[in-house]
């Protein structure tokens, strides 16, 4: 049953989306989770792209930071808009998070060369989902084909998705 748990996420989600996933850690339960991103497009239609726990992480019970490829639709919406909702399903339980976005600096990552657009997320609403007929057993979960190469790039991206400052607060 879905029912609004306010403002603040569950301790246990700020605890998945803080720590750092440790190399060794590749293929534990959890680390291949992925967070759904919906966005609106400009005519008004749902954008669905996925991130990693590489690519986002909790500062707190509120406030998020996303890091997202600059030119995709998913950032293009974000900016545009300044609010999306993130989906993940956790501890048998799906919630669906409505954030409020700021834009800032263009993360830069040395290993590659790229840059990745950096948001800061505010956490609006929380809902959660636990179905009384059935136990959620996951959600959308991957396989990483080169893990060394991405979790270099994802304590990479985590660093500086810490250290991101936003004007304001």
Do not use: K
Not at 50 to 65: D, F, H, K, W, Y
Not at 85 to 110: F, K, N
């Amino acid at each position: 049953m879905a029912r609004s748990i306010g403002n603040e996420l569950p301790a246990a989600i700020v605890s998945l989306l803080a720590a750092d996933p440790l190399p060794d850690q590749a293929d534990a339960d959890g680390l291949d989770l992925t967070i759904l991103v919906l966005t609106t497009t400009p005519d008004g239609w749902p954008h669905l792209a996925m991130v990693s726990l590489g690519e986002i992480i909790a500062v707190g019970p509120r406030a998020l930071r996303l890091a997202l490829w600059p030119n995709s639709t998913a950032a293009r919406n974000l900016w545009r808009e300044q609010r999306m909702t993130l989906a993940l399903v956790h501890d048998e339980a799906a919630y669906s998070v409505r954030c409020a976005a700021r834009r800032g600096a263009d993360l830069v990552l040395p290993a590659n060369g790229g840059q990745l657009a950096c948001f800061g997320l505010r956490v609006d609403d929380v809902v959660e989902d636990v179905p009384p007929d059935a136990t959620l057993t996951g959600g959308v979960r991957f396989r990483l084909h080169n893990p060394d190469t991405t979790m270099r790039r994802w304590q990479q991206t985590r660093a500086a998705l810490r250290a991101a400052r936003f004007s304001g607060g």
